[in-house]
Antibody, heavy 121, light 106 residues
């Protein structure tokens, strides 16, 4: 059974940093592209970016809305995905999800349960 | 960015046939996906490639369209279908979502 479990959310002050983790199990993690999304309360999800698999050089792509502040990485031997978030703003407050693409970076059939990040002073 | 426009809300009775529309600001070919999100849960993929049903999703759900105009049809609607439905495109960068259509079952 495919499982994704995010952790690392919490309360952080504006300008601060936070690293989210996503533990994957139940599938060959190294074979798949992985993505991060966020969803502010009452709003639609927003795609943040993705990281390709080993076969495609672990290259990344980002939404311009977060490029330069957010960095996605992965550790395949531990089946872990990460989202490093820097210079956080109040508008970054949201539930953050990791997800596995079925067709490269598209078709997200598997999502974690989400972790809440609150940016507030 | 590619903007996806959805109608905001629908309220219907069980047994009815409904269509939720999604219009893209530019062509997305068939790179449209439909998600169902129930309160407090993560999104659940229903349709991929505009019209292909995800394994395990009831055949009451179907998708159609290409280019800029897409539809999600539920026939017949059941009480358990109460949720927000999002269209999502993966054809153009960055990937984007519609604002969602809230479906209420009377």
């Amino acid at each position: 059974e495919v499982k994704l479990l995010e952790s690392g959310g919490g309360l952080v002050q504006p300008g601060g940093s936070l690293r989210l983790s996503c533990a994957a199990s139940g599938f060959p993690f190294t074979d798949f592209y992985m993505s991060w999304f966020r969803q502010p309360a009452g709003k639609a999800p927003e795609w943040l970016g993705f990281i390709r698999n080993k076969a495609h050089g672990y290259t990344t792509g980002y939404n311009p809305s977060v490029e330069g502040r957010f960095t996605i990485s992965r550790h395949d031997t531990q089946d872990m995905l990460y989202l490093q978030m820097n210079t956080l703003r109040t508008e970054d407050t949201a539930t953050y999800y990791c997800a596995r693409g079925t067709f490269g970076r598209a078709g997200f059939a598997y999502w974690g349960q989400g972790t809440l990040v609150t940016v507030s002073s | 960015d590619t903007v996806l426009t959805q109608s905001p809300a629908l309220a219907v009775f069980p047994g009815e046939r409904i269509t939720i529309s999604c219009r893209a600001s530019e062509s997305v070919s068939v790179g449209i996906y439909w998600y169902q999100q129930k309160r407090g849960q993560q999104p659940n993929l229903l349709i991929y490639g505009a019209s292909s049903l995800v394994s395990g999703v009831p055949a009451r759900f179907s998708g159609s369209g290409s280019g800029t105009d897409f539809n999600l049809t539920i026939d017949p609607v059941e009480a358990d279908d109460t949720a927000i439905y999002y269209c999502h495109q993966s054809w153009n960068d960055p990937l984007t979502f519609g604002s969602g259509t809230k479906l209420e079952i009377k």
